[in-house]
């Protein structure tokens, strides 16, 4: 878990050092939110209620999610790729200490 916490650590320290990144992120974040939001409102046009939920519930519903996507995203988005790059990188290390 130690090495986990050091990763997401290092990718918020990147993503504030990287500001045109960050920015372009979290410009991503927001039009994929408003995409979210936009096709709720398109659904109730069509129907008064969604599998028995009503358009505040379905509203809620779908603005927690893009929020806790685009939160998850910012912080530890890159961290399986880091994790994965360390791991190809510390076996090729060992194979050619061989």
Do not use: K, W
């Not at 990147?14 to 936009?38: E, K, N, P, T």
């Not at 209620?49 to 809620?60: D, K, M, N, Q, Y």
């Not at 939160?71 to 990188?89: F, Q």
């Amino acid at each position: 878990m130690t090495a986990y916490r050091h990763l997401v650590a290092a990718q918020v320290r990147s993503q504030a050092q990287y500001r045109a990144s960050l920015a372009v992120d979290v410009a991503g974040s927001v039009l994929f939110g408003l995409l979210d939001i936009v096709s709720v409102v398109m659904l109730f046009r069509v129907t008064p209620t969604l599998g028995g939920f009503g358009f505040a519930e379905v509203f809620l519903m779908a603005a927690l999610a893009s929020c806790a996507f685009a939160t998850a995203d910012l912080v530890v988005g890159n961290v399986e790729a880091c994790a994965s790059t360390s791991a190809a990188a510390s076996s090729t290390r060992c194979s050619s200490a061989h």
